[in-house]
């Protein structure tokens, strides 16, 4: 039976979903969870490996890993894995292409229809790296939704909204800060004001705020080790996995105990939540800075808010939901899968376009080449009808501006095919009302 398909590409996770008539689905991409990595390693016969595979071969050969590459999108300097260049694309298409293979093994054919998600702040440029990294995936067909607005779809299929309410999506990744606010309609979601985020600031920064902090109850114990030595590269990777783990276990526990096992030390390091909260604090108020700026561009006041959706897996921190409930005297909604809900989001945002492509005389999907049409037959009296001539060639911008896709009456996804011209050139789509994820955007909650 066919299936949508819906990635995530993370900063330190790729998560995917499908969706399967009405119901969606986690892809368990992992053997230990059900995302994997965003990293990837060049073996020395030249194969690439990504996921769990790359993180336990990089251990004892970092110079051929390459890890939290989005945060480079847009940097033209090339990544060298093993002394091979590569571009951030590049690597980001390498990891499309383990997802797509290995959903399709498992599902046993390849999804009939792909959405991939996106920062919300990302301009045209960057925007244009990622379509790339999808045809040198060779991918077609695929379509793009931003974090927020697929965390907002995946929202709407759990919880009842009455046209004209608005939520607020509050996104905090592995790397990037996203918030946005959308209100509901009687198709699905309307994107509303300007997105906005913090490209780096994430729990990858949290992970190394732990570290550091380790590292200073050690004093110089670690600088004295010779980190070009295999043994003592395992050992700090294991001490980096450790703080991980900490972090994670204080979003449940109010103290934990990091071991640290090192060929020249062995010991624990004891953090408490308040002391971790006190590391993070002031990151967290820039956050909340970005939400309010996001909710006055929407022009929306927060006590009119429905509620504010946490997303990604660094919403699970407890501090986040107190603070931002506290800002905005209002409710949050923290998801069941924080880490997942934005593939399942853009799982269900891809199986509207693929209902809508497969229903009789449905308009094509944007990009995609129309069917031929058969003029009716002369009704009498009337005269027949003329044939059709050719319509004359639009501009390249007005031409963009007409790739619309209705998944339903009055539901407007200003999307773009991979493979399809980009913006015109001197007026950047940033610059534009009702592009594809600006203010104006409509989209289906699940067509």
């Not at 990595?37 to 990504?50: A, E, I, K």
């Not at 004093?219 to 050992?235: F, K, N």
């Not at 009302?433 to 409509?442: C, L, M, V, Y």
């Amino acid at each position: 039976m066919p299936y949508a398909l819906g990635v995530d590409l993370g900063t330190t996770f790729t998560a995917a979903a499908i969706r399967r008539g009405d119901r969606t689905e986690i892809v368990d991409l992992g053997t230990r969870n059900a995302s994997m990595p965003s990293v990837v390693y060049l073996r020395d016969d030249g194969q690439v490996l990504t996921g769990e595979a790359a993180i336990r071969r990089g251990v004892t050969d970092p110079g051929r890993l390459s890890r939290e590459f989005k945060r480079r999108m847009g940097d033209t300097t090339a990544i060298l894995l093993g002394g091979v260049p590569y571009s951030v694309d590049g690597l980001m298409a390498r990891m499309l292409t383990s997802v797509i293979g290995v959903v399709s093994e498992r599902h046993g054919e390849r999804p009939s229809a792909i959405a991939v998600a996106h920062p919300a702040n990302w301009g045209p440029y960057k925007k244009d790296l990622l379509e790339q990294a999808v045809r040198r995936a060779d991918l077609d067909g695929v379509r793009f939704i931003t974090e927020p607005e697929a965390a907002a779809v995946h929202y709407g299929t759990l919880e009842r909204l009455d046209p004209g309410d608005t939520v607020a999506v509050y996104d905090l990744g592995g790397g990037t800060f996203d918030a946005a606010v959308l209100r509901a309609t009687a198709e699905g979601f309307e994107l509303i004001g300007e997105p906005e985020g913090i490209e780096r600031l994430g729990g990858i920064d949290f992970d190394e705020a732990v570290f550091r902090h380790v590292l200073g109850s050690l004093g110089g114990v670690v600088a004295e080790l010779d980190h070009e030595d295999p043994v003592v590269q395992s050992a700090v990777s294991r001490l980096r996995d450790e703080c991980v783990a900490a972090k994670e276990a204080l979003s449940s526990d109010t103290e934990v105990t990091i071991p640290v096992i090192l060929p020249n030390a062995h010991t624990d390091v004891r953090l408490t939540r308040s002391e971790f909260e006190a590391m993070i604090r002031p990151a967290l108020a820039d956050t909340l800075v970005v939400l309010q700026r996001s909710l006055r561009s929407a022009g929306v006041d927060p006590a009119s808010l429905h509620s504010v959706l946490l997303v990604g897996g660094s919403s699970r921190i407890p501090l986040i939901s107190q603070l931002v409930s506290a800002e905005l005297g209002r409710p949050v909604a923290l998801d069941v899968h924080p880490k997942h809900s934005v593939a399942m989001g853009a799982a269900t945002f891809a199986s509207g376009l693929a209902s809508r492509a497969a229903r009789p005389g449905a308009a094509p999907a944007a990009g995609a080449a129309p069917a031929a049409a058969t003029p009716p037959p002369p009704a009498p009296p009337a005269p027949p009808s003329p044939a059709p001539t050719a319509a004359p060639e639009l501009p390249l911008e007005l031409r963009q501006r007409q790739r619309r896709h209705r998944c339903s009456p009055g539901c407007l996804i200003s999307t773009r095919a991979a493979g399809s011209p980009p913006t015109a050139a001197g007026r950047p789509a940033s610059s534009r009302r009702g592009r594809r994820g600006g203010p104006g955007h409509r989209f289906p909650a699940a067509c």
